[in-house]
């Protein structure tokens, strides 16, 4: 192993972990190693992500101290995922295979005990046929249940037990009293001489077919990793000396000039060069219109180029393309650890010490105080409580909801960082909004040109003067002249008057736009306008007075519209329970204007972006979880303030890192999607751990015989590993549920209600 020191972060394929236990037997190890500032084991997938200054090799020893075997991974995320699920495939046919053969010698024993009852051993003919049969379990243990007995072994030399102990205590344990009964079995009285080699490859069996399903459910919850992976095409059509040829994706360098024919997915992250089409980004967005491409425009990794060619430099390859960082952002959060893991997690630690001790405790009561035959029914109690209690079903409760869960999240645009957000997102009370970029456009656009004339006259004068300004009203001026397609005329004496306007002569005209202190200015009555121009502001809108030649020629607004989509998202946010406050640097009539047309009560505008943190803080110290959508640089300390902060994906930088949940599109039905998804979420991962709890609450007792005096039956070993195994699948299939999770329908009414 080279000892090269990571890039953080980095990833380890681990080797003999099987439950919670190992998991923090591993975590433990790992932070003591000098220069690790996290390690998190995804017991989902059996990899070890690390982040810090520290060397492979220091990493690979910790690990192997801790009793379990590392490798760090050096493929692309293509090859690995393609190895892991080779070895899969592998593992599953392995499992099924060992299943089999010990189910086929167990079945027939168990079918002999309860046809005939004959399993006893008292004749020397009973004792050649058992000794051949438990040479026969003997085989199966080692063939097909040899794993439980290394990893056990590997557990005790390092002081330690984890659930191969359990299997290997329970199966190795029944195996070894019946071998005595069946070489002694004079030392026993005839009524304990029962052999139960039925019982020992039953457990084994049962338990490998359990894990081999286990194995099959396993590989549907990295769905949303292995769709991401698919989204890029190993090959890129790469143009160098004059020819165009195709290379491995991994070939691409910065600086490439690439082409991508219709039909095409876009192989790394660039610029268009030359070429008009639509690309589908619906599978990195959410959006499901394909968006117009031309000279100029950012492509992204993955996205589907629709029906033109496209040429285009190369800006992002390899790990650096915004498809490989959601990826990574993606596995970093499904090995993350929910708070409420924190339990099960400390549960499991301590479960198989204890239950050995119960174990023990219960067989001897059994021993000392049963009825005959007391050793029978030692054994059997000691076997039983041994197999049902291994709390495989706890420590996989809250690993796989939380891979399925963050991996929907992905597929629906919706990036959890960390496992922490996704708890945290169900609690929220309020949700703080910033306006510009969030609930608007965040881009003025002309919304209203009045005038007693033609519109475009005058929209193609004001236009041409207003190209000689910097404002970013005047862009927007500017900019639906463009689109309406009006030449601009020559402008001649162009002048900015602070606080006013501007003004200028146009194809020979004396044109004035500003505020009313420029027409005061320049002795010219509103008039009739005034009134319509305090109407537009009331709405939000910011009215300028245009004149021409000195006389009143209309009124022109401009404004950062609306979201279309955005009175839905408020709509469905308040019906998720969450309160609504819009906090905006933007003055205070905007901002109010803004708030009456979305129903949104509490607004705090004039704000610097230490203002924004200060109100966070306030409303946690008032008792609430705040959640905090933004996309500026002025958003970051708030966002990171917030309990949940939700970055725009359409935003800088800044706010991404800021942020806990970064959403893909620029819509607020990203947060309610994320609420939803981590309700959803956190219901699954309660429903697993009642169900783990319960069934070894409520297994262990059985196990011990707390029903004999009832039923006058004890819990069959056989029965108890059935339980075991089968445990596990019921938590990994649940888990899988979550993979139908939908987020309701994003159309709200006017009245709140989701149609």
């Known amino acids: 192993m080279s000892d090269k020191t990571l890039d953080s972060p980095q990833t380890f394929r681990l ?12 975590e433990r190890a790992l932070a003591d190693v000098q220069g690790v500032e996290d390690a998190r084991v995804n017991l989902g997938d059996k990899t070890l992500l690390v982040q810090g200054e520290v060397a492979a090799g220091d990493c690979v020893r910790a690990v192997e101290s801790a009793g379990y075997g590392a490798e760090l991974v050096q493929a692309s995320a293509r090859e690995l995922r393609e190895r892991q699920r080779e070895e899969e495939r592998a593992h599953y046919r392995q499992l099924l295979w060992r299943a089999g053969i010990a189910l086929g010698l167990g079945i027939p024993l168990m079918a002999w005990g309860l046809v005939t009852g004959e399993m006893g051993v008292n004749s020397p003919f009973q004792q050649m046929a058992w000794g051949a049969v438990g040479l026969l379990t003997l085989a199966v243990l080692v063939f097909c249940g040899g794993h439980f007995f290394t990893g056990a072994w590997r557990a005790f030399r390092h002081h330690s037990a984890t659930m191969d102990t359990l299997v290997a205590l329970g199966t190795g344990t029944a195996w070894l009293f019946s071998m005595l009964v069946v070489l002694l079995p004079q030392v026993l009285p005839e009524s304990a001489r029962h052999v139960y080699f039925e019982a020992s490859a039953m457990i084994i069996g049962l338990i490998n077919l359990g894990q081999a399903l286990e194995v099959r459910a396993r590989g549907r919850t990295s769905a949303a990793v292995e769709k991401l992976l698919q989204l890029q095409d190993p090959t890129a059509r790469v143009i160098r000396d004059g020819e165009e040829r195709d290379i491995p994706i991994e070939q691409v360098q910065v600086g490439d000039k690439l082409r991508v024919r219709p039909g095409e997915k876009i192989p790394v992250d660039g610029r268009v060069l030359e070429g008009r089409s639509l690309v589908d980004e619906s599978m990195l967005t959410g959006e499901p219109l394909p968006v117009k491409k031309a000279d100029g425009d950012a492509v992204t990794a993955g996205t589907l180029n629709k029906n033109g060619s496209l040429l285009f430099t190369a800006e992002k390859v390899g ?9 990574q952002m993606v596995k970093n959060a499904q090995s993350s650890r929910v708070p409420i893991a924190r339990l099960a997690d400390t549960i499991s630690s301590i479960f198989v010490p204890s239950v050995m001790i119960i174990a023990v405790i219960a067989a001897l009561v059994w021993y000392n105080l049963g009825p005959d035959p007391r050793v029978a029914h030692m054994l059997v109690v000691l076997t039983s409580v041994l197999i049902i209690a291994c709390p495989c079903a706890l420590g996989l409760a809250t690993p796989m909801s939380v891979m399925v869960g963050v991996g929907k999240g992905a597929e629906n645009g919706v990036l959890v960082r960390n496992g922490k957000a996704l708890q945290q997102a169900t609690d929220l009370d309020v949700l703080v909004v910033d306006k510009t970029g969030t609930l608007t456009e965040g881009a003025p656009k002309l919304t209203d040109i009045e005038c007693a004339g033609d519109t475009d ?29 009006l030449s601009l005329g020559d402008v001649h004496g162009f002048e900015a008057i602070t606080a006013h306007g501007v003004r200028g002569e146009v194809d020979g005209k004396k044109v004035l736009l500003g505020n009313r202190k420029l027409m005061q200015r320049e002795s010219i009555d509103p008039g009739k306008w005034a009134e319509k121009a305090e109407a537009l502001a009331e709405q939000g809108r910011t009215a300028m007075y245009a004149a021409v030649d000195g006389a009143m020629a209309g009124i022109i607004a401009v404004a ?32 109010q204007a803004v708030a009456r047309q979305l129903d949104i009560d509490h607004v705090h505008a004039d704000l610097q972006p230490e203002d924004k943190e200060r109100i966070v803080s306030e409303l946690q110290n008032s008792g609430a979880k705040v959640g905090m959508a933004g996309d500026g640089i002025n958003d970051a300390p708030a966002l990171a303030r917030a309990d949940v902060g939700f ?3 359409a935003g800088t930088d800044v706010a991404i890192e800021s942020a806990d949940v970064t959403l893909m599109r620029s819509s607020l039905h990203g947060v309610a999607d994320a609420v939803e998804l981590s309700r959803a979420t956190l219901r699954n991962i309660k429903q697993n751990l009642f169900g783990a709890f319960v069934y070894n609450t409520l297994g262990i007792p059985i196990a011990a015989g707390v029903l004999y005096p009832v039923t006058g039956m004890l819990l069959s070993p056989v029965i108890a590993g059935a339980a075991m195994a089968f445990s596990s699948v019921t938590v990994v299939s649940n888990a899988n549920r979550l993979r139908f999770f939908k987020p309701s329908h994003h159309t709200a009414t006017a009245n709140g209600g989701e149609e």
């Open 15 to 26: 080797q003999g972990v099987s439950c919670a236990g190992c998991v923090k037997k591993i």
């Open 319 to 327: 790990a650096d393309t915004r498809l490989s960082q959601i990826i």
């Open 457 to 485: 006259t005058l929209l193609q004068q004001l236009a041409s003067l207003e190209s000689r300004s910097e404002h970013p009203l005047a862009e927007a001026i500017v900019r639906a002249a463009q689109e309406k397609k």
């Open 560 to 591: 950062d519209p609306i979201r279309e989509d955005a009175q839905a998202a408020v709509n469905r946010l308040k019906n998720l329970g969450l309160r609504i406050e819009m906090l905006t640097g933007d003055n205070s009539a905007t901002a």
């Open 647 to 649: 970055a725009i994906g």
